[in-house]
C-alpha cells in the first residue's frame, strides 16, 4: 500500500470516529454511533495490519486474539454497578499500552528516531504509567479494595511536586540517554511516574471520584496521541487527541457541577474535612428555615402524602447505588404512577461516582429517559411539584451549599428541592455527607426523614402507597 | 514534515473531537466516557506495529502484551458502552418531553 492510499484512508476513519461521536448527542443514534466507531477500529486494525505487512505473523495474532476473548469476557460478566471501576480500570490498560510501545520503541528502535520522536516516547511514558497507577487506585478506591477516604500525606505537597518533576524529568532524560544508560533511566522513569499518579489519587477521596475518572479517560487518550507522535502514525494522534477533548469536557463539567476547580481537587484541599460550620459556632451561618428539630417518621405514615400528589420527583444519589435500592425506585414510580401522580426524576451531574452514573443505573431499570430530568430543568419544575422523594442523596441537595460560606460545598450548584411541598429523605443515616457539611434539609420544616437502608425504605413506601 | 502534519492533525481532530463531544447530553455520559475508553485503546495500532518491528524477543514479547491490554481495552470499552446504551430505552417517546437542557 502506497503512503498516500494508506493516509488518504486514515483521514477517512477518522472523519468516521467524529460522526460516530456526532451520533452519540441523542440517546436515539447513540447505539448506531458506537458500532460506527467499533466498525472504524476494526478498519483501523485491518488497514495497520495490511499497511505493514503483519499479516500471519503468529505473535501478533495470538495477542490479539487473547485481548479480544478477555474483553468480551469482561464486558458480559460486568454488572451495572460496577461500571465506574471498569471504566477506571480500562482507562489504567490504555494508559499502560501505551507507555508499553514507548519504552519498546526508546529501547529497541532508538536508532530509527529523530528528536521530536525520541521526546514523545518520554512523554508518552510519563503519562501512559501515570495513568495506569492512578486509574488502579480509583478503581480500587471505587471497587473499595482501597480506602475511599482520602488519605492525606504529610509534606504532600512538596512530595507531588517532587514526584512530578522527577516524572518529566527522567522521561525526558530517557528520551536523550544513550542506548547504554536508556534502559536504567527509563525504569526510573516509570517508577517516578507509577508514584506520581499514586499520591495524586490516593488522595482523593469518593465524591471526587468523577473528576479524577474524567481526568484520567483524559490522560489515557493523551498519552495515545502522544505515542503516536512518537511512531508517526496519524490514527493514534487524531484518535488519542478526540479522547484527549472528551475527557477535559467531562472533567470540566464534573468541575462546574462541584464549585471547584481541578486544582483544589488534585491537591485535597476541598477534602479535607472542613472545620468550618462547627457546632454551636455563633458566626455560623445558619440556613435561615434551619430551626425546626428533626423529623422522623415510618414510611408507612407517608401514604396519605404520596397517594394526594399529583406530581412527584425523586433525587438518586449514590446512597441509592450502595443500597441497590434502583428496582424499589422504579417500583415506587411505578406505584404513584398507578395512581395518578406524575413522577420525574432529578439527576445532578456529580450524583454517583462518575458522570452520568446516575443515568445508567435508572436505565437499567427501565426508567424512560424522558424522566431524567437535568439540574436546572428539575430547578424549575420543583415549585409545581407536590412531594420530594430523596434517595442516598446529600450532598447535592444540602441547603448550606447557598448558605455556608466557607464550608467545602459553598456555591455548588444543588437541587432546591425544599421548593416543593413536602420532601421526603430515604437516606441511611444523618451523617454529613462525602463533603463533610451537615445537611440543614434534614431539620426544614418540609421534611420528613426516613432513615435506614434505602431498598427497605422506598419499597415500604411503595407499600403504603397501593395500600 | 511529518511532524508538522501530526501536530496539525493532532489539534484539529481535538478541536472536532471537543466540538462534537460538547453536544453530547449528561444524560449519556457513562456511555461517552466509556465508548472514549474504547477509542484510548486505539494505541493498540501502535503495538500492533512495534511487536511486528520488535527484533529482540524481549522487546517483541512486552509489545505483544501491549497488543493484548489495548485490545481488552478496545474491546471491552465497545461492549460495555452498546450495552448500556441498549438500556436507554423511551417507552413513551414522543408522548412527553424532556424539560429544557
Known amino acids: ?467 | 514534515m511529518t511532524e508538522v502534519y501530526l501536530v496539525i492533525l493532532f489539534l484539529a481532530a481535538t478541536a472536532a473531537g471537543y466540538r462534537n463531544i460538547r453536544a453530547v447530553p449528561t444524560l449519556l455520559h457513562t456511555p461517552l466516557m466509556s465508548g472514549m475508553n474504547a477509542l484510548s485503546g486505539v494505541t493498540v495500532l501502535g503495538a500492533m506495529v512495534t511487536t511486528a518491528a520488535s527484533v529482540a524477543t524481549g522487546s517483541a514479547v512486552l509489545a505483544a502484551a501491549a497488543v493484548v491490554l489495548a485490545t481488552v481495552n478496545v474491546v471491552a470499552g465497545f461492549l460495555v458502552t452498546h450495552r448500556m446504551l441498549r438500556m436507554f430505552r423511551s417507552p413513551g417517546a414522543g408522548a412527553r418531553r424532556r424539560g429544557p437542557t
Open chain 1, 1 to 467: 500500500m502506497t503512503g498516500e492510499l494508506y493516509h488518504v484512508l486514515a483521514l477517512v476513519l477518522i472523519v468516521g470516529f467524529l460522526g460516530g461521536i456526532r451520533l452519540m448527542n441523542s440517546p436515539r443514534t447513540a447505539v448506531g454511533g458506537n458500532l460506527l466507531g467499533a466498525l472504524c477500529m476494526l478498519a483501523a486494525v485491518v488497514l495497520t495490519l495490511v499497511k505493514y505487512g503483519l499479516i500471519g505473523r503468529w505473535l501478533l495474532g495470538a495477542a490479539l486474539a487473547v485481548g479480544v476473548v478477555i474483553g468480551a469476557v469482561v464486558a458480559l460478566k460486568v454488572a451495572m454497578v460496577q461500571m465506574p471501576q471498569l471504566v477506571a480500570v480500562l482507562n489504567g490498560l490504555g494508559g499502560a499500552a501505551s507507555a508499553i510501545v514507548a519504552v519498546v520503541v526508546l529501547l529497541g528502535q532508538a536508532a530509527a528516531l529523530n528528536l521530536f520522536n525520541r521526546l514523545s516516547c518520554g512523554l508518552a511514558l510519563a503519562i501512559g504509567t501515570v495513568t495506569l497507577s492512578g486509574s488502579m487506585v480509583a478503581a480500587g478506591k471505587l471497587a473499595g479494595w482501597v480506602r475511599q477516604k482520602p488519605v492525606v500525606l504529610a509534606g504532600r505537597a512538596a512530595v507531588t511536586v517532587g514526584l512530578l518533576a522527577a516524572t518529566v524529568g527522567l522521561g525526558l532524560a530517557a528520551a536523550l540517554a544513550p542506548s547504554g544508560a536508556a534502559a536504567a533511566i527509563s525504569l526510573a522513569a516509570v517508577l517516578a511516574a507509577a508514584l506520581f499518579g499514586l499520591v495524586m489519587t490516593i488522595r482523593v477521596g469518593g465524591g471526587d471520584m468523577p473528576i479524577t475518572i474524567s481526568l484520567l479517560n483524559s490522560w489515557s487518550g493523551l498519552a495515545a496521541a502522544v505515542a503516536g507522535f512518537a511512531i508517526a502514525d496519524p490514527l493514534l494522534v487524531a484518535v488519542g487527541g478526540v479522547v484527549g477533548a472528551a475527557g477535559l469536557i467531562l472533567t470540566q463539567s464534573m468541575c462546574r457541577g462541584m464549585n471547584r476547580s481541578l486544582v483544589e481537587v488534585l491537591s485535597g484541599r476541598t477534602t479535607v474535612i472542613s472545620a468550618a460550620p462547627a457546632d454551636g459556632d455563633a458566626d455560623r451561618p445558619a440556613a435561615p428555615e434551619a430551626s425546626t428539630a428533626m423529623r422522623q417518621q415510618e414510611p408507612a405514615e407517608m401514604g396519605p402524602v404520596l397517594r394526594a400528589a399529583k406530581r412527584a420527583v425523586i433525587v438518586p444519589g449514590y446512597g441509592m447505588a450502595l443500597a441497590q435500592a434502583q428496582q424499589q425506585v422504579k417500583t415506587l414510580m411505578d406505584t404513584l404512577e398507578s395512581v395518578g401522580c406524575e413522577v420525574d426524576f432529578a439527576i445532578h451531574p456529580v450524583a454517583g461516582r462518575m458522570p452520568g452514573h446516575m443515568n445508567v443505573l435508572l436505565a437499567e431499570v427501565e426508567v424512560p429517559y424522558e424522566k431524567l430530568w437535568e439540574l436546572d430543568a428539575a430547578n424549575d419544575a420543583f415549585a409545581q411539584t407536590d412531594v420530594v422523594i430523596v434517595v442516598g442523596a446529600n450532598d447535592v441537595v444540602n441547603p448550606a451549599a447557598m448558605s455556608a460560606e466557607g464550608t467545602p460545598i459553598y456555591g455548588m450548584p444543588i437541587l432546591r428541592v425544599t421548593e416543593a411541598a413536602k420532601v421526603i429523605v430515604c437516606n441511611l443515616d444523618t451523617a454529613p455527607g462525602y463533603a463533610g457539611v451537615e445537611n440543614p434539609l434534614y431539620r426544614h420544616p418540609k421534611t420528613t426523614l426516613l432513615l435506614g437502608d434505602a431498598s427497605e425504605t422506598v419499597a415500604a413506601l411503595a407499600a403504603c402507597v397501593s395500600q
